[in-house]
């Protein structure tokens, strides 16, 4: 049972190198993260049917994930690294869920093992979206250390991303 892919420092090399940002997009960088489920054997033990192992894969998806020459600063780094972290604490906290769930059938196991991804996907996606609100990218300085901080302790003290 494992959770591979994540923790890890980014770099610039994670970054396709764009001459401007995509049609549509406002920033100068992007990253596109995701956690994925491997495939499980269903077992049944005496508190009924559960995955025999979860692993999950946490990756970045590299033809989404841009920045725009010339402006690839610490800080703008920094930003995507904390989009890349909440990703990765979303993924630990499916992981331990997934762990967790044990249903009378099968088909109950699968409902919600669906049910889990579907919520934690949507906790996913609002706390990046508020991390970017709330930060204005990386630019507002204040916010961003307090979102660093938030989620440096969650990682250093093996907790779970608040919802906000």
């Given at each position: 049972?494992?959770?591979?892919?994540w923790?890890?420092?980014?770099?610039?090399?994670?970054?396709?190198?764009l001459?401007?940002?995509?049609?549509?997009?406002?920033?100068a960088a992007?990253i596109?993260?995701?956690?994925?489920?491997k495939?499980?054997?269903?077992?049944?033990?005496?508190h009924?049917?559960?995955?025999?192992?979860?692993?999950?894969?946490?990756?970045?998806d590299?033809?989404h994930?841009w920045v725009?020459?010339?402006?690839?600063?610490?800080?703008?780094?920094?930003?995507?690294?904390?989009?890349?972290?909440?990703?990765?604490l979303?993924?630990?906290?499916?992981?331990?869920a997934?762990?967790?769930?044990?249903?009378?059938?099968?088909?109950a196991l699968t409902q919600?093992?669906?049910?889990l991804?579907?919520?934690l996907?949507?906790?996913a996606?609002h706390?990046?979206?508020?991390?970017?609100a709330?930060?204005?990218?990386?630019?507002?300085?204040?916010?961003?250390?307090?979102?660093?901080?938030?989620?440096?302790?969650c990682?250093?003290?093996?907790k779970?991303?608040?919802?906000r």
């Amino acid at each position: 049972m494992a959770l591979k892919g994540w923790p890890k420092q980014l770099g610039w090399k994670h970054f396709k190198k764009l001459a401007s940002s995509p049609r549509g997009a406002t920033v100068a960088a992007h990253i596109e993260s995701q956690w994925q489920l491997k495939p499980s054997r269903f077992v049944r033990d005496r508190h009924g049917w559960r995955l025999n192992a979860v692993n999950l894969v946490v990756s970045i998806d590299p033809n989404h994930t841009w920045v725009v020459r010339g402006q690839e600063t610490p800080a703008l780094l920094n930003h995507e690294q904390g989009h890349w972290d909440i990703t990765g604490l979303i993924a630990r906290e499916a992981h331990r869920a997934y762990e967790q769930l044990r249903a009378r059938t099968p088909g109950a196991l699968t409902q919600q093992m669906q049910s889990l991804q579907t919520r934690l996907q949507a906790k996913a996606t609002h706390l990046n979206r508020q991390y970017d609100a709330e930060t204005n990218h990386g630019v507002n300085l204040t916010p961003q250390q307090r979102w660093d901080t938030l989620i440096h302790t969650c990682i250093v003290d093996n907790k779970s991303l608040p919802n906000r």
